[in-house]
């Protein structure tokens, strides 16, 4: 069964930037396109970007221009580089298989002060 554990987040302040990973453990991670997603507080969980399995990444409008995701498919790990960070990018974030999700992971908090 697939395992994700997701790392790098912290506090930071607005306009900083900060690389999350995540780590996908038993599956066959280079087959599957990967993704990230945040629940804020209060909010559902939703999707900020995808990879697929050339490596071309899809990212949803708020995180054009200031998300970059990429993956190493040796070390099967996915990215996420934020840059420009506001205060309303702070949610816990997650990544899962795109298509075929499976069990979530803790998440990694992000937390971006104004």
């Known amino acids: 069964q697939v395992q994700f554990v997701e790392s790098g987040g912290g506090l930071v302040q607005a306009g900083g930037s900060l690389t999350l990973s995540c780590i996908a453990a038993?599956?066959?991670?280079?087959?599957?396109?990967m993704a990230w997603y945040r629940q804020a507080p209060g909010k559902q969980r939703e999707l900020v970007a995808h990879?697929?399995?050339?490596?071309?990444?899809t990212y949803v409008d708020f995180a054009k221009g200031r998300f970059i995701i990429s993956r190493n498919n040796v070390k099967n790990t996915v990215y996420l580089q934020m840059n420009s960070l506001r205060p309303e990018d702070t949610a816990v974030y997650y990544c899962?298989?795109?298509?075929?999700?499976?069990?979530w992971g803790q998440g990694t908090q992000v937390t971006v002060s104004s």
């Open positions: 038993g599956s066959t991670f280079s087959r599957n396109p």
């Open positions: 899962n298989r795109l298509t075929i999700p499976g069990a």
């Open positions: 990879i697929n399995i050339a490596n071309m990444p």
